[in-house]
């Protein structure tokens, strides 16, 4: 499975944008996919999950009821909605994807594969 992800860039505080991850190759192997984010000289952390064919959705508390994970099952492409963007949402985003149930989720050992990240700055 090879991942791109698409749609940083540079966003005023309380301004929004869209992040999308296409996937190709063996996609039909996939149970889920989410977004995680890093930022500099910090660990990469949660921010968004789903699962690909029942679409239960899961959140870090710090991006709820700011953003939206969803996907296109046609597409083979999820996308994450951020809106009322923060400083703090400052990073490079990452998308993920996973071929195992069962997992928890929200730490990265959990995801086989990883995009390329997309650099999100939000300023102030």
């Known amino acids: 499975v090879q991942l791109q992800a698409s749609g940083g860039g540079l966003v005023q505080a309380g301004g929004s944008l869209r992040l999308s991850c296409a996937a190709s190759g063996r996609t039909f192997s996939m149970y889920g996919m989410g977004w995680f984010r890093q930022a500099p000289g910090k660990a990469r952390e949660f921010v968004a999950a789903i699962n690909w064919n029942v679409g239960s959705t899961y959140y870090a508390n710090s991006v709820k009821d700011r953003f939206t994970i969803s996907r296109d099952n046609a597409k083979n492409t999820m996308y994450l909605e951020m809106h009322s963007l923060k400083p703090e949402d400052t990073a490079v985003y990452y998308c993920?994807?996973?071929?195992?149930?069962?997992?928890?989720?929200?730490?990265?050992?959990?995801?086989?594969?990883w995009g390329q990240g997309t650099q999100v700055t939000v300023s102030s």
């Open positions: 993920a994807a996973r071929r195992r149930t069962g997992v928890v989720v929200t730490i990265t050992a959990s995801y086989e594969y």
